[in-house]
T-cell receptor, first 112, second 112 residues
């Protein structure tokens, strides 16, 4: 069965710290891996990764995929209290449906 | 371009009643996905629809749950004869082409 595992489950850091969130997956016929940020409401799309070794960046956030290791990391530099959220990793298999398999997320808390 | 809209945001039903959850995708998006998030669990895929067609309902419980996406109007997720175990957050996502998915704010269903 397709599976996505995220670590750590939760993380508490101080403002200004750099954090690395991990996602590993087992999926039949991998198509893409996606990262979302979930605060109190809708998961907000961050990145979609399809190719190994190519870093995607958006401001202080960046992510990279390693297809050989079946994993991805999400980095956040110079963290701010507004980064506090649950970060979700999801993978999409190479099927017609393109439904997403989600991990349970990493809960990040940034304290001032 | 308004985001994915869901209503109601909160819904309370007694056991045995019906729940109807609505989702209006982003403009120009013809792919709709429904996910369920139980407390302390990750998002779980339920069903994938395109206009007037159910493409994949492999994540839907076999009984009491149904979904539609008519030619006109929002997508509807219907839960008949609700039970306490149906209490969850139900998220809808839309996609322009079946790649990255954009989520709505969710409907929190509480069954009393």
């Amino acid at each position: 069965e397709d599976k996505v595992v995220q670590s750590p489950l939760s993380l508490v850091v101080h403002e200004g710290d750099t954090v690395t969130l991990n996602c590993s997956y087992e999926v039949t016929n991998f198509r893409s891996l996606l990262w979302y940020k979930q605060e109190k409401k809708a998961p907000t799309f961050l990145f979609m990764l399809t190719s190994s070794g190519i870093e995607k960046k958006s401001g202080r956030l960046s992510s990279i995929l390693d297809k050989k290791e079946l994993s991805s990391i999400l980095n956040i530099t110079a963290t701010q209290t507004g980064d506090s959220a649950i970060y979700l990793c999801a993978v999409s298999p190479q099927t017609g449906a393109n439904n997403l398999f989600f991990g349970t997320g990493t809960r990040l808390t940034v304290i001032p | 371009n308004a985001g994915v809209m869901q209503n109601p945001r909160h819904l309370v039903r007694r056991r045995g009643q019906e729940a109807r959850l609505r989702c209006s995708p982003m403009k120009g998006h013809s792919h709709v996905y429904w996910y369920r998030q139980l407390p302390e669990e990750g998002l779980k895929f339920m069903v994938y629809l395109q206009k007037e067609n159910i493409i994949d309902e492999s994540g839907m419980p076999k009984e009491r749950f149904s979904a539609e996406f008519p030619k006109e109007g929002p997508s509807i997720l219907r839960i008949q004869q609700v039970v306490r175990g149906d209490s969850a957050a139900y998220f809808c996502a839309s996609s322009p082409s079946g790649t990255e998915q954009y989520f709505g704010p969710g409907t929190r269903l509480t069954v009393t």
